[in-house]
């Protein structure tokens, strides 16, 4: 008896029947044997120990820190030598859940006291002894009464049994002792752990819940090599000095008081700047490519919403209802807006329109408001009052490539200016599942983000099958200074909300057509892209963003004069420019705008003041020094800020 198999390259193997991913691994080769960790069967991961089905495909998964499904089996069982370790400090531990995620792993704990800092080393010292040995992580199906006897003393793990369906295998992984319910797969044995680091504790209810229990989770992360998890580890240092909230606060830029509510954010003037200059950018770029500038309602009936399909589909993330007593409202109920859409729709329905209207480009720089989960929420990275740079493009089918063509060399420009590297992800129509329009429609609509994309000479990744029932889309992934990557802009197709709201216009064959729609954020939310600025820049922002772009600073009381008419002339010009007469030193006032990370600090001595000349300190530059006239300075500063120059 045989079965047989084939490899990613197209060619097959035949192996004895009962036989396994490593199997086939040793039957190719010694050096693919002792590199391999896990497979892909037919696209899913499982253990190298698993039988294989005849006529599947497989591939096998090679240690590698660059491999994502090689990190994902190396993290999940990171994750359960950790709760090994925690059972031998705190025997009680019960368990909830411990998953791999985009950076490491985490484990959820019911324990009595939280972890401390103390607790955290001594259990990683007791990982050190789980990996020091080679115990296999054993694969079992169980029967559910099995299962309930296993995990008879976990009621967490109870729970989750209850929910696994009647028709699904339940299956438990032991690495002695350490039981675990879990659909695995792991790495061969515990000492493939050998890179990793216990990061931090913090509370997290059971299932994000906040009316379940408070549970206790414990953050690591693993890597195959010493190298990338020292990169890691340092990623991870510069991202606490770079904190945007920390940042945030020693330049004034924002708060976020317990007394006006969580994820609400008041900017203070010096973050106020930046989100100005950011809104007239937008504006301004958006302006020249033909958009035009609406403004609707904050609150709408609920009516509007349920038509949009955010109540049936969204209303856990809506803020509930308001009693409307206006005069013939019939006390309908109304809603904060979670999206723009809806009224972006109304605006297009509200005459009628014809195909030389189109496309259409409506922007608003609106906020949105949702009932963000308070566990979820993060300074200005999550928050319940969202500015979003939206956008909406109604157009024909015809008009989709030359749209999202548009849509691509915006984000381009954005991303240049502020040196920000990205890339693509095109997802394409979900396989299950219902979708709205026809194949052709979708053929046509993905051909047309694929032909923008190529057009644009722009790189891109294919999700196959990620994109939403209503239409493919765009998904923009930029990386920070510190090798972070963030989701961006997205340009997402919309078959959906035209046929909810029934927008027509004429075409040249005088019938009435669907428009496609295209919602496009390109910052996202001002509130996040702000906070991710602040750490890509650690503060340091750009001339032209920078809250303060010059200090004037006089070095005693006989230049404040001849010190406050350079302020007031480079005001004159447009620039935020400052005095700083205050009688501190002038080592103390050039150090506190350093501090501030203000981009020029201009000293003003008494040879300046007499020959109408300033001593330029550039940000970054140390202590040197340069003696200009003002005027040349004046001229150098309006190019710097003019060209959105991100260095002098
Ligand atoms: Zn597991
Ligand atoms: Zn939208």
Known sequence: MTLTVSLPDGSERTLPAGASAADLATSIGPGLAKASVAALVDGRL????????????VALVTRSDDHQDALWVLRHSAAHVLATAVRR????????????????????????EPFTPEDLEEIEARMREVTATATPFSRRRVDRAEAEALFADDPLKLERLAEIPEDEPITVYENEPFLDLCRGPHVPATNEIKHFKLLNAAGAYWRGDENRQMLQRIYGTAFYTRKALKARLHQIEE????????????????SVEEEVGPGLVCWHPAGARIQMELRRWIEDLLARRDYEFVYTPHIANEALFRRSGHLPNYAENMFPPMVDRGPGSGAAAIRLKPMNCPGHCMVFAARPRSYRDLPIRLSEIANVYRNERSG????????RMLTMDDGHLFCTPGQVEGEIFTCLELVRTVMTTLGLSYRFDLSTRPHSGKRIGGDEVWDAAEAALVQALERSGLDYDLDEGGGAFYGPKIDVKFRDAIGREWQGATIQLDFNLPERFELEYIGTDNRAHRPVMIHRAILGTIERFTGVLTEHFAGAFPLWLAPVQVRVLPISDAQQDAADSVRDALREAGIRAETDARSETLGYRIRDGELKKTPYLLIVGQREANEGSVAVRARGAEKKQIVMT????????TDERDSRALAP
């Open 46 to 57: 499982r253990d190298l120990s698993r039988t294989l089905p005849d006529g599947a495909r």
């Open 89 to 112: 400090v705190r025997p009680g531990a019960g368990i909830g859940f411990g998953p791999p995620i985009a950076e490491g792993f985490y484990y959820d704990f019911a324990v009595d």
């Open 630 to 637: 003002a005027g040349e300075f004046l001229a150098r500063v």
């Open 239 to 254: 991202a606490k000095k770079r904190d945007h909230r920390r940042i945030g606060e020693a330049m004034d830029l924002f």
């Open 376 to 383: 979820t929420l993060h300074g200005l990275l999550r928050v």
